[in-house]
């Protein structure tokens, strides 16, 4: 069965540089969730978007900017990346009528690597 | 006090013995309730979902909800050296938001 992908699996990048992850949900699932996940932590809500609309948003930077595609797929974008950033990024997804189902499916996750 | 509580561990159960994990939650107004499995390095993988109070068994786990004292737990029967692992509570609230437990590490012991 189909599962989420995330891309790239790694990324290393310098302090104030740019980087962007992709995430392809589940087909027809409606809702594409955001996390970030530092070393010893629980994974700490980002952002998400229920049919291509943000439909929550969590501890997200200001720095930080996230959409949905037509095609449902998500994109990450951090700018003027900081050590702090460092840190697991998964992206999941999930299928309910309203978006507000806790039933999540989550890719492998991206590893953001900030020098 | 944070809205989702887990005890940090390592909770350490030798092989064969029951398993037992607690979450509290804040939000009397919750009525989702998720049991997450996280290996070391890897995403967060769903075990058992519970919304209503009382048990649900699904093999070797069983989750046990009771919304009156707002705690939810999940027990894993036959312990083995492959549950070790982080298990994170989730519970969605009265807003729709996923609220994530601090999560157990469970460590079992051959």
């Known amino acids: 069965a189909a599962g989420v992908i995330q891309s790239p699996r790694h990324l290393i990048k310098e302090k104030r540089e740019t980087a962007t992850l992709k995430c392809y949900p589940i087909p027809r699932h409606d809702t594409v969730y955001w996390y970030q996940q530092g070393p010893g932590q629980d994974p700490q809500f980002l952002i998400s978007f229920y049919e291509k609309m943000q439909s929550d948003k969590g501890s997200i930077p200001d720095r930080f900017s996230a959409q949905q595609f037509s095609d449902y797929h998500s994109e990450l974008n951090m700018s003027s990346l900081e050590l702090g950033d460092s840190a697991l990024y998964f992206c999941a997804s999930s299928l309910g009528k309203t978006g507000r189902t806790g039933e999540l499916f989550f890719g492998e996750g991206s590893r953001l690597t900030v020098l | 006090q944070k809205e989702v509580e887990q005890n940090s561990g390592p909770l350490s159960v030798p092989e064969g013995a029951i398993a037992s994990l607690n979450c509290t939650y804040s939000?009397?107004?919750?009525?989702?309730f998720f049991w997450y499995r996280q290996y070391s390095g890897k995403s967060p993988e769903l075990i058992m979902s519970?919304?209503s109070n009382g048990d649900k068994e699904d093999g070797r786990f069983t989750a046990q909800l009771n919304k009156a004292s707002q705690y939810v737990s999940l027990l894993i029967r036959d312990s083995q050296p492959s549950d070790s692992a982080t298990y994170l509570c989730a519970v969605m609230n009265s807003n729709y938001q996923l609220i994530w437990g601090a999560g157990t590490k469970l460590i079992i012991k051959p």
């Open positions: 939000d009397r107004g919750s009525q989702s």
């Open positions: 519970i919304y």
